[in-house]
């Protein structure tokens, strides 16, 4: 049930490599990249050209200075100034090197954040990466193009990381004193840690930040298996646990509802809408879901 990230040989990285590169590229159709981009706003709007009026266009448009001057009224055209920075805040701790359903949370965590940077690069912004366990594992400035996300997703999948803790608090307020600019910012994490709530709060104030909750069904529910010995990845304190005794299932469940319950009261208090993507299962119906909600909510 744990795998502990191991390094990998240069033909397997590239197999894994090129294997996110095919199926992003399949989920970063024109829908979700358009998605992506009624999702997130530019950072304002830019003075292109005027034009003549014409019957219906608002009044308020109207440039009076080019209408004295030519004789007739024209109006003011303007364009959206799109380009967005995009940062992926994303967790390389010991608790994601776990998974039971097809690929470990660490893939899985690559995997989406390679699917919204190429959703990013498609829209012409600009993406970067900080990698973080209990300290700052990797930072790459944000910049544009497919090769430099191609370098993200192997910085994901092939960087060793030196810790095996998780300080999220810490790598949020860091990447927040790093970029000063407003930015968007996917925080892609297990968020099994504690005291990150007020981390996430400071930096909504000046960024969109966006949580990405990645889960797997294990952790919220065992099988009856039998006696399994069960090895904390970031501790490396090892336990066995009866999973035949129905006290102890039941026991592993409620504590488990009650970590859910005070992440979702968390988010709620930040007022943050969480991405909540599980082991197995594809990422792309659940990231187009959230950019029609925030493209719901930006039209009210």
Request: aromatic share 6%.
């Amino acid at each position: 049930m744990v795998a502990t990230g191991t390094p990998v040989d240069a033909k397997d990285l590239i197999r894994r490599v090129r294997r996110i590169q095919i199926r992003t590229r399949r989920t970063v159709s024109e829908a979700l990249a358009g998605q992506y981009h009624s999702a997130f706003k530019g950072r304002g709007m830019e003075f292109e050209s005027v034009r003549p009026y014409i019957i219906g266009d608002d009044v308020r448009s109207i440039d009076w200075n080019v209408s004295a001057r030519v004789g007739e009224p024209h109006v003011k055209l303007f364009r959206e100034e799109r380009e967005l920075t995009v940062m992926l805040a994303v967790d390389l701790s010991g608790s994601l090197s776990f998974g039971t359903v097809a690929q470990f949370k660490r893939e899985l965590a690559a995997e989406v954040a390679a699917t919204v940077a190429f959703s990013a690069i498609k829209n012409n912004d600009k993406v970067g990466l900080l990698a973080f366990t209990d300290r700052i594992e990797r930072f790459v400035p944000a910049r544009k193009g497919p090769r430099h996300v191609l370098r993200i997703v192997r910085e994901l999948l092939a960087f060793a990381p030196e810790g095996r803790g998780t300080s999220l608090g810490e790598a949020v307020r860091e990447l927040d004193r790093i970029q000063r600019r407003r930015s968007v910012l996917f925080v892609v994490s297990d968020f099994q840690d504690l005291g990150w709530e007020r981390s996430l709060s400071l930096a909504r104030q000046r960024h969109d930040v966006i949580p990405v909750v990645i889960t797997d069904r294990r952790e919220t529910e065992l099988p009856s298996v039998g006696l399994v010995e069960c090895v904390d990845p970031e501790t490396g304190e090892r336990v066995v646990i009866d999973t035949s005794s129905r006290r102890v299932r039941a026991r592993y469940a409620s504590l488990a509802a009650e970590a859910l319950e005070r992440r979702r009261l968390a988010f709620a208090r930040a007022k943050m809408s969480p991405i909540e993507l599980e082991t197995g299962v594809d990422c792309a119906r659940p990231l187009m879901d959230y950019f029609r909600r925030r493209e719901a909510r930006r039209g009210r």
